[in-house]
């Protein structure tokens, strides 16, 4: 087992290991029972399976009660802990990290600095969250308008904009990538037997045959489609000057960023020191992949998506995003995920990480896109990163009303924050 939602993983412990069994996460945090995790494997835990990642640091920060950052630690009494991580804690604990970097700097300015404060940052360094690498300098940019890509230590305005910055796919990636290219046949499915009863999710015969219209023709597209591993993916950067859709999803993520967007627009963009590897490169990496298939797609039927910007009442802020494709005027946002649940019944935790990871990102990105154009549904293409097996889904925004409700309680309580926002929009 690699991935599982947490109560999985606890029943995997108490089956495995020991029944008087606790997860452990943040400080006086109540973990998700829901919430998915991919195991990490240390070396009391053995060479991990395929597709599973090791571990080389410390899980703990301090032994028992407080897991080293970006991991929630299942324990038990004389039994080795079971470590676990996601990309949200990853991101979350990449940001600490470079807080913590920060201070240290600060401190570094003043005068005098003792061995025992030494060897606390040592030990903290070591800290750092797993399975990522340094990128050399220069670092690697692309222009966002005019696409020209450069190398440069700082990031320099092109074409009026901010650059992207992108690193190149790792070697294990791009060996992941080969042997994927060679063995894949895109097969597209219909939706019913994956969305059943899925948040969002409409009956509607039109928008079905519209959805089997855009597979079908996908289908054909992509089988058809000379197709090579990609060389760079856009590095994820949190650093944002407007608040995007992707911000108001969830509270932990909308937290972060509110407090450190006003700190964000007055600093000067900064590279990106690290890039990922493993599952989430591959990630990043087949959503590169997806993009340039896409943009080479001849097709009356497909266009490229177009930005979309939706008013936030409750926020009181305005927010962009730009879903991936266009299908017949309707609008297309591409996920990928690492297997279908009906690919591997034997994997009973496939249902439970798909309907969590529908209700906690697709039915809602679906829905913030739809506020901001005329449709009255989208299409959701999902596609299986291990078999190339995809799915069409029309969605509509059934998921706003819960967002709203958490809205209202984000606006009072990171008011001032907003403002500090608001205000700095209001200069521009
Ligand atoms: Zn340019």
Same mark, same amino acid.
């Given at each position: 087992?690699?991935?599982?939602?947490?109560?999985?993983?606890?029943?995997?412990?108490?089956?495995?290991?020991?029944?008087?069994?606790?997860?452990?996460?943040?400080?006086?945090?109540?973990?998700?029972?829901?919430?998915?995790?991919?195991?990490?494997?240390?070396?009391?835990?053995?060479?991990?399976?395929?597709?599973?990642?090791?571990?080389?640091? $410390? *899980?703990? /920060?301090?032994?028992? %009660?407080?897991?080293?950052?970006?991991?929630?630690?299942?324990?038990? &009494?004389? =039994? !080795? +802990?079971?470590?676990?991580?996601?990309?949200?804690?990853?991101?979350?604990?990449?940001?600490?990290?470079?807080?913590?970097?920060?201070?240290?700097?600060? $401190? *570094?300015? /003043?005068?005098?600095? %003792?061995?025992?404060?030494?060897?606390?940052?040592?030990?903290?360094? &070591?800290? =750092? !969250? +797993?399975?990522?690498?340094?990128?050399?300098?220069?670092?690697?940019?692309?222009?966002?308008?005019?696409?020209?890509?450069?190398?440069?230590?700082?990031? $320099?305005?092109?074409?009026?904009?901010?650059?992207?910055?992108?690193?190149?796919?790792?070697?294990?990636?791009? &060996?992941?990538?080969?042997?994927?290219?060679?063995?894949?046949?895109?097969?597209?499915?219909?939706?019913?037997?994956?969305?059943?009863?899925?948040?969002?999710?409409?009956?509607?015969?039109?928008?079905?045959?519209?959805?089997?219209?855009?597979?079908?023709?996908?289908?054909?597209?992509?089988?058809?489609?000379?197709?090579?591993?990609?060389?760079?993916?856009?590095?994820?950067?949190?650093?944002?000057?407007?608040?995007?859709?992707?911000?108001?999803?969830?509270?932990?993520?909308?937290?972060?960023?509110?407090?450190?967007?006003?700190?964000?627009?007055?600093?000067?963009?900064?590279?990106?020191?690290?890039?990922?590897?493993?599952?989430?490169?591959?990630?990043?990496?087949?959503?590169?992949?997806?993009?340039?298939?896409?943009?080479?797609?001849?097709?009356?039927?497909?266009?490229?998506?177009?930005?979309?910007?939706?008013?936030?009442?409750?926020?009181?802020?305005?927010?962009?995003?730009?879903?991936?494709?266009?299908?017949?005027?309707?609008?297309?946002?591409?996920?990928?995920?690492?297997?279908?649940?009906?690919?591997?019944?034997?994997?009973?935790?496939?249902?439970?990480?798909?309907?969590?990871?529908?209700?906690?990102?697709?039915?809602?990105?679906?829905?913030?896109?739809?506020?901001?154009?005329?449709?009255?549904?989208?299409?959701?293409?999902?596609?299986?990163?291990?078999?190339?097996?995809?799915?069409?889904?029309?969605?509509?925004?059934?998921?706003?009303?819960?967002?709203?409700?958490?809205?209202?309680?984000?606006?009072?309580?990171?008011?001032?924050?907003?403002?500090?926002?608001?205000?700095?929009?209001?200069?521009?």
């Amino acid at each position: 087992m690699i991935e599982a939602t947490l109560n999985e993983w606890k029943k995997w412990y108490a089956e495995n290991r020991t029944e008087e069994c606790r997860a452990i996460g943040n400080r006086r945090e109540e973990l998700d029972d829901d919430e998915v995790f991919i195991r990490l494997w240390n070396s009391q835990d053995g060479k991990p399976p395929e597709g599973g990642e090791s571990f080389n640091s $410390k *899980a703990w /920060k301090k032994p028992g %009660s407080t897991p080293a950052p970006g991991l929630v630690i299942v324990t038990g &009494k004389g =039994e !080795p +802990p079971l470590i676990l991580t996601n990309q949200k804690r990853r991101e979350e604990a990449a940001e600490e990290v470079e807080k913590w970097q920060k201070q240290k700097a600060n $401190k *570094a300015r /003043k005068p005098k600095k %003792s061995d025992t404060d030494k060897n606390a940052a040592d030990e903290k360094a &070591k800290k =750092e !969250p +797993p399975a990522s690498r340094f990128l050399r300098k220069p670092y690697q940019w692309r222009c966002r308008d005019c696409g020209e890509e450069f190398d440069a230590t700082k990031p $320099k305005v092109h074409c009026k904009s901010n650059p992207r910055q992108r690193a190149e796919v790792s070697r294990d990636s791009t &060996k992941w990538f080969n042997q994927f290219l060679e063995d894949v046949t895109w097969t597209y499915v219909p939706h019913s037997e994956i969305s059943t009863g899925l948040i969002g999710v409409i009956e509607d015969e039109e928008a079905d045959a519209l959805a089997k219209k855009a597979g079908e023709s996908l289908e054909r597209i992509l089988n058809e489609t000379e197709m090579s591993a990609p060389k760079y993916f856009d590095l994820y950067n949190e650093r944002t000057r407007y608040l995007r859709v992707s911000d108001l999803k969830e509270h932990s993520k909308f937290k972060r960023v509110i407090n450190r967007i006003a700190g964000w627009r007055k600093a000067k963009q900064k590279p990106v020191s690290k890039a990922p590897l493993g599952v989430i490169e591959i990630g990043h990496a087949f959503d590169e992949f997806l993009e340039e298939t896409f943009e080479n797609i001849l097709s009356e039927d497909w266009a490229k998506g177009e930005r979309v910007r939706f008013d936030c009442g409750e926020l009181g802020v305005s927010v962009g995003g730009t879903p991936d494709l266009n299908f017949k005027g309707v609008p297309v946002e591409t996920k990928t995920l690492r297997v279908f649940p009906h690919e591997v019944p034997e994997d009973k935790n496939q249902k439970s990480i798909f309907k969590y990871k529908w209700k906690k990102n697709y039915a809602k990105q679906a829905a913030l896109y739809l506020q901001g154009v005329e449709n009255e549904f989208m299409l959701l293409l999902l596609i299986s990163r291990e078999s190339g097996t995809f799915t069409v889904v029309p969605v509509d925004d059934e998921a706003m009303a819960g967002m709203q409700e958490n809205w209202v309680v984000w606006a009072e309580k990171y008011e001032k924050q907003l403002d500090d926002y608001k205000q700095l929009l209001a200069e521009e």
